[in-house]
């Protein structure tokens, strides 16, 4: 059975819509619990893939979280050795990075739930494919990352040019949160909801509004995810 490493920032931040996807394609995954100091594996021989999920850390600040420098070559290692790449959030801002985009600080945090519109490169890729046009999606950041080069952009929203992309035919970004469940957000507001407040975010009103967009939102996230992982088990 093919394994996929989980590089996972903080505790609420798990797989969430994700480990079903993968269940359906039979493949097992490992948590890399970054936020309990486990070690960053050197490299991904014998791995079927590498997932990178969300976190607080900021890709600009490697002397503060000098760990995410060990991501990014285990990142690079995943990349020379063409295996799938999922990143979330964080780990799109980390793939970005590794890439050898700038990541930096948007002009306002993107939090709560907004519209993120297809590209026309989407219609044809292996990810996106059969997805909406637009559609609303959890967001929660406040970093930002140009285009990686010769990456393809796949989606963007009205405060961000790029909220998913391509590079190569295994590497995914999305800025975008398609694996939100009510668990994951639940326990992000009750941790974080303190400072939404104190920047005139109301995270409980982001609870509420979610009733309306989740059931949209796991399809969206099935197709996504079960498009990324139907292919991994038996490579």
Known sequence: MAKILVLQHHPAENLGAIADALEEAALAWQYVR???????????????????????????????????????????????????????????????????????????????????????????????RGLPAEFVAAHWHSDVFDLPQDAVTLASSDETPVQAYRYGAKAYGLLFHAEMTSEILAALVSEFGEGLKRVGIDGDAMVIEAEKHFATLRRIGDTIFGHWASPIQGT
Request: some cysteine; hydrophobic content about 40%; charged content about 25%.
């Open 34 to 128: 970054v936020f309990d100091g486990h070690p960053i594996p050197k490299d991904v021989k014998g791995l079927g893939g590498l997932i990178v999920m969300g976190g607080a850390e900021t890709v600009y600040q490697l002397d503060r979280y000098p760990y995410l420098r060990d991501e990014m070559a285990l990142i690079e290692s995943a990349l020379r050795a063409d295996k799938p790449i999922l990143g979330v959030c964080l780990g799109s801002q980390l793939l970005a990075a590794a890439l050898g985009s700038k990541v930096r600080r948007g002009e306002q945090r993107e939090i709560g739930w907004y519209p993120v519109r297809m590209s026309d490169n989407a219609k044809d890729d292996r990810l996106m």
